[in-house]
């Protein structure tokens, strides 16, 4: 069938150099492109928007800057439940300084309950909400124009958008009151210093690309980029989410290079030893068209490396029936009861992350080494001694080196960062360790000079005209609002808002193990408001049937003014539950799927005692 008749599917939970291991044999050996992460469910967005943006992926701030902003606005992020380390550091140094909390998010979270301000805008129109912001600023003569003339190009293309969105437009879309949008655009560009973190409220929407760039607009125009309590942070979605970014070769080539760039592909193809016209000229299938060429009969065959798309993807009847076209699929993981190993010819069972050795990289571009603390049990095997034995089958004569020890793979990556914008030239394991994680950039030359890593935080895009486009300036980018969501009507009247809780993680693959995790959370249930259960005669505890247009579910209704009457809010964890209800639009830029905006009905269910027993049969593993 030809070498793009298989596709590879990673994630963003293994070791750096584990992806870089699989980056070189999957571009330089196998051949494939169609190559992605599961980090397109989470971080894509963010990733296009940065792009966009700024010439290229990488966030410009740290998580020290939570100790010098004036002025904090949380995009669609919960930090308690999402991310409750990072919480207590941003709720420690508020404490400590007083600055304003702006919480933008339709539903009331942990997070909003403590915010200054509260913005529970209608689902998907943070675009709206930003372009009104930005109007404000500029018709009031609040952007730091003296950043703008050095730093960026496009403002007047952006000023003939935003005059389109005065507050009161803006407000009538946005579900909120026109005070409000004047009130947190003031309390912004007046900030000394004002920051933006954003998770996957922004990113998991048809417009979530243009909800990332829209933040950088809002940060470009008041001069908060580059400066210590002024940035756009992405808050990543798993724990190594920036090393797949960085290092897997998954959008292209190692350390942000293109496959759309010549150079690129010959400086690769000359460190690894393969002929450069065996890399493809543009990079292939997104995870979620994968699915869809599946379906055509275009892909036959599927390897599967941590990550479990029965469980995780939009619409399961849709890639249920994809999985079982397939002509051969390999499911690589550390467990081998996933939903998606059902579908495998082949299982690989790979070890965690506490039983092998490699560095992973935070949000905030800090690379910290993993060391193991035991061996995998029976025959599992590192991801890494996996890809190896793999690289052995397609690079018989060894035309291709590959190290066997994370340490040896490490200076390799280190030895091709010299001069690009994720420079690690500087570091070594041994290094990492001693200073208990370094940020990148950190360069050879810094390391021979006897400098020491900060200690503190390091961000990017720190002197005028420094960004990534030729040019040296990060571009402010015109965003008309596109309402291309599924929205509530007649026969699905209420919005359905997905999102994760404190007590487990993704799907569940792990957590769904831990008798203490499923204790506190045990079923799927969704959060409705007390007046909208009044109506339907629904009662706490009872279970009831959501219905969309793809499919059904069975949940436990709880009453709670989190949400406002025309929402539900349904936990995503739980196989074969929330994504049999969601849509799966894909945002054009970025791929990503917009999980937090699909329209259901509610229905009441008879007979409880059958409810009670789909319910048990979601939860089993």
Sequence with gaps: ????????????????????????????????????????????????????????????????????????????????????????????????????????????????????????????????????????????????????????????????????????????????????????????????????????????????????????????LTGNIGKPGGTSLSITGQCNAMGTREWSSCSGLPNYRLLEVPEH??????????????????????????????????????????TNPMSSLPNTARIRRAMEKLEFCAVQDCYQDTESAQYAHVYLPAGTWAEKEGVMTNTERRINLVKPISTPPGEAKPDLWIFNRMAERFNREGRVKFPEQAPEIFLEMASISTGRLADISGMNHALIERNRGIQWPYTREQAERGEAPPSGGKRLYTRDASFSYPDGRAKLIPLPFIDNNEVPDEKFPVWLNTGRLIEHWHGRTKTGKIGNNNKYSPIPFIEINPDLASELGIRRGDYVRLVSRRSDAVVMAQPTQRVPKNMVFLPFHFHDCANRLTLGLLDPHSRQPAYKQSAVRIEPIADQRAAARLSMEMRKF
């Design 265 to 306: 592909r010959a400086e690769i193809a000359r460190f690894w030893n393969v002929d450069p016209e065996f890399f493809p000229k543009k990079r292939g299938m997104f995870q979620t068209d994968i699915y869809h060429a599946i379906e055509s009969g275009q892909i036959k065959g599927l390897w599967l490396i941590a």
């Design 1 to 220: 069938y030809g070498r793009d008749s298989v596709a590879v599917i990673s994630t963003g939970q293994m070791l750096t150099e584990e992806f870089y291991t699989l980056g070189k044999l999957t571009r330089g050996l196998i051949g494939t492109n169609n190559y992605d992460g599961n980090t397109t469910l989470c971080m894509a967005s963010a990733v296009s928007g940065y792009k966009r943006s700024f010439g290229s992926d990488g966030p410009p701030g740290c998580y020290e800057d939570f100790e010098h902003t004036d002025c904090l606005i949380a995009w669609g992020s919960n930090l308690p439940e999402q991310h409750p380390i990072i919480y207590w550091r941003m709720k420690e140094a508020q404490e400590k300084r007083g600055f304003p909390l702006i919480v933008v998010d339709p539903r009331v979270t942990m997070l909003a309950q403590n915010a200054d301000r509260h913005l529970p805008i209608t689902p998907g129109t943070d675009v709206v909400l930003q372009n009104a912001l930005m109007h404000v600023i500029l018709n009031e003569g609040l952007q730091d124009q003296t950043y703008i003339d050095a730093n960026t190009t496009g403002l007047e293309a952006l000023r003939a958008e935003v005059q389109k969105y005065d507050p009161v437009t803006a407000a009538k879309i946005c579900g909120i009151d026109e005070d409000s949008i004047r009130h947190v655009a003031r309390l912004f560009a007046n900030a000394g210093a004002a920051m933006q973190i954003w998770t996957m409220g922004i990113n998991q929407s048809t417009h979530g690309s243009d909800g990332v760039v829209g933040i950088n607009n809002l940060a470009l």
